[in-house]
């Protein structure tokens, strides 16, 4: 029986060893809010992302089953933790990602997606016409459109015309149960905390247009069939209070979740 947690543990741990020779600077520049992750990488990257990525895990195994899915591509992957994971799970993964946007910054994380078998496509899937030396059975966009700066149909063009059965896409949810209270209750703003626009060098790579679950839905009828749209949470629920907080956010429908994704078979 495949064991996620313990290839999901063993992922981070490497990579933690190859982000702690990533410069902050380059990272950093068109995103001040980043700071976060070296500050703090294990609270940043795992303590609140490792549920995350262990429930698309699960969704991309349950799917492998029932449409034979060997091959993957992950457009934009930046840190490289999904596509590592997917390669110890037996995945044959392309990583397409333009790793000049940091001046080689993330030239470590190179290191460590050949380290593990993952082949890397160095383009721009925003703006440049990819092809792949391959049609993948599934892509992955996972937490990449929000950060765009205007259309992102030329991104999905490359994912649809490289894809032969499936996508999955995975965004944060701007109406989040969190985040309604935050604005209804507490009168703060739901976009990044604009210091780190303010003081970031353009252009920004932080979140540029925030997605609900109707946009989502554009998103999914403009890549083909849709086969499911839902949401959920990825909360780390370690004291009372976000146990409470989850065990009520799992009762309500997919358009309050913190995460919304869709999957969508290429016609």
Excluded at 144 to 169: A, C, D, M, Q, R
Aim: glycine letters at 6%; charged letters at 20%; one cysteine or more.
């Amino acid at each position: 029986m495949i064991n996620i947690k313990k290839i999901l543990e063993e992922t981070f741990k490497e990579f933690f060893v190859h982000w702690n020779n990533v410069p902050m600077e380059g990272i950093v520049k068109h995103n001040i809010g980043l700071k976060a992750f070296f500050d703090n990488p294990q609270k940043s990257f795992y303590d609140y992302q490792h549920l995350r990525y262990e429930i698309i895990l699960k969704k991309i195994l349950s799917l492998s089953k029932q449409h034979n899915i060997k091959t993957i591509a992950d457009f934009g992957s930046f840190s490289g933790i999904m596509a590592v994971a997917l390669s110890k799970l037996g995945f044959k993964v392309i990583v397409v990602e333009k790793f000049d946007l940091y001046y080689g910054a993330l030239d470590p994380i190179k290191k460590f997606l050949l380290n593990n078998n993952c082949e890397i496509i160095d383009y721009d899937s925003v703006v440049d016409t990819v092809t792949l030396p391959y049609s993948v059975d599934l892509s992955l966009s996972m937490a990449l459109v929000e950060h765009l700066i205007g259309s992102p149909k030329n991104y999905f063009n490359n994912i649809k015309n490289n894809t032969s059965k499936l996508v999955l896409l995975e965004i944060p949810n701007i109406a989040s149960f969190y985040k309604r209270i935050k604005f209804l209750f507490k009168g703060e703003g739901v976009f990044d905390d604009y210091d780190n626009i303010f003081n970031s060098h353009y252009p920004y790579f932080g979140h540029n247009h925030e997605y609900n679950l109707k946009e989502l839905e554009y998103l999914v009828n403009y890549l083909g069939q849709k086969i499911e749209v839902g949401g959920f949470s990825y909360i780390n629920a370690i004291t009372l209070k976000l146990k409470l907080y989850k065990l009520f956010t799992n009762t309500l429908p997919s358009s309050f979740q913190d995460s919304i994704y869709g999957v969508v078979k290429i016609k």
